[in-house]
């Protein structure tokens, strides 16, 4: 282990310091790539047209055709959103699709999605351990909030998690500190002995910085950190449990 590495890992505080948890929860505690992907494979495998692209090009086809505010301001149902984007990738690649036969493919795509949405290896562990040293818990994602209280349900996370905040209007996504503050409120702590876990920079990291609490920068996937944030980095969950208790 470098020594940077070392040093940083100094930030995380031990266990019985630690006054709450906060949690990213796509691709941190709940995988979302991987089903997204699952999701296009599976639309992949009946749609002739779409066999030369790979299920990682309609993915980031995907994400880049999202926009946040017609969602946000519920001029779209996140549904709507996701069908007419699988409806442009098809259509982009030459398979125009009528409105049955949308809903057949969307409805393929979220069977195999659901499937594959599962917890993340190890978060399970660490969330079992906040319930048995009584340390609160909260989940703080810019995710629909659809998708993310079904995925409560279906993962029983409501075990582990006491709150879950979505933001309900621009202000509160991360990283502004609005719902960071919101869940100290709630659990009536300070900045001091929280802890924000999160795979983003830019949303959860930055979000933690601006909110006085410590980071966590969950990198599970080996990205390179960029050079001007200073923040404690782990791979795994196991490693993150093996360093705080
Ligand atoms: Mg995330």
Not at 12 to 40: C, Q, S, W
Not at 73 to 97: C, F, M, P, Q
Not at 150 to 173: G, K, S, Y
Not at 180 to 206: C, H, Q, T, Y
């Amino acid at each position: 282990m470098s020594e940077e590495k070392l040093e940083s890992l100094g930030s995380i505080p031990n266990i019985n310091d630690i006054h709450a948890m906060f949690f990213d929860m796509d691709d941190t505690l709940v995988k979302y790539r991987e089903p997204v992907l699952a999701g296009f494979e599976s639309i992949r495998e009946i749609v002739p047209e779409m066999k030369d692209n790979t299920a990682e090009e309609m993915e980031e086809q995907f994400r880049k055709l999202f926009t946040f505010d017609p969602v946000f301001r519920k001029e779209i149902s996140y549904k709507d959103d996701v069908n007419a984007r699988i409806g442009e990738i098809l259509n982009s690649h030459g398979k125009n699709v009528s409105d049955a036969e949308l809903k057949h493919f969307s409805g393929v795509f979220w069977r195999a999605f659901w499937k594959k949405r599962r917890m993340v290896d190890g978060a399970k562990d660490l969330l079992q351990m906040c319930k048995t040293k009584n340390i609160p818990v909260a989940i703080i994602t810019n995710g629909n909030p659809q998708i993310q209280f079904r995925t409560m349900i279906r993962l029983r996370l409501h075990d582990f998690v006491d709150v879950i905040l979505t933001p309900r209007n621009a202000e509160e996504l991360k990283p502004n500190p609005l719902l960071f503050m919101k869940a100290m409120n709630l659990f009536n702590v300070g900045p001091e002995g929280v802890v924000m876990v999160g795979d983003s920079i830019s949303s959860d990291i930055k979000g933690a910085i601006n909110s006085g609490i410590v980071p966590i920068w969950f990198n599970n996937s080996k990205r390179n950190k960029p050079g001007d944030v200073e923040v404690a980095e782990v791979e795994s969950f196991s490693e993150l449990v093996n360093i705080i208790r």
